[in-house]
Nanobody, 125 residues
Framework: QVRLVESGGGSVQPGGSLTLSCVASGYTYARFCMGWFRQAPGKEREAVATINYDGRTDYQNSVKGRFTISQDTSRKNLYLQMNSLEPDDTAIYYC???????????????????WGEGTQVTVSS
């Protein structure tokens, strides 16, 4: 059973930075699409960034140039470096992973079967 555990959330002022981490375990098949989604109060969960097993990345337009998704060589540790944070980035951030034929931020959350419990990110002055 795939298990995903996020960490690194917190409260920062606008313009600040945070790095989210996700540790994946419980599987041996490494050719997953992994990603970060977020859900703000009253809004649907949306894809923020994805990274495929071959290293290809994709970002939601609103975070391009500010966020960077990466993973280590084992492909079981996923990161999201978030810079120049804005109040609109406030949300619960979720780590997700699944074996999918495509991997990009156009995917809806229903395509992913494995999720972490989420970590809160609050951007406020």
């Amino acid at each position: 059973q795939v298990r995903l555990v996020e960490s690194g959330g917190g409260s920062v002022q606008p313009g600040g930075s945070l790095t989210l981490s996700c540790v994946a375990s419980g599987y041996t098949y490494a050719r997953f699409c992994m990603g970060w989604f977020r859900q703000a109060p009253g809004k649907e969960r949306e894809a923020v960034a994805t990274i495929n097993y071959d290293g290809r990345t994709d970002y939601q337009n609103s975070v391009k140039g500010r966020f960077t998704i990466s993973q280590d060589t084992s492909r079981k540790n996923l990161y999201l470096q978030m810079n120049s944070l804005e109040p609109d980035d406030t949300a619960i951030y979720y780590c997700t992973a699944d074996r999918l034929p495509v991997c990009n931020t156009g995917l809806r959350d229903e395509y992913f079967a494995n999720w972490g419990e989420g970590t809160q990110v609050t951007v406020s002055s």
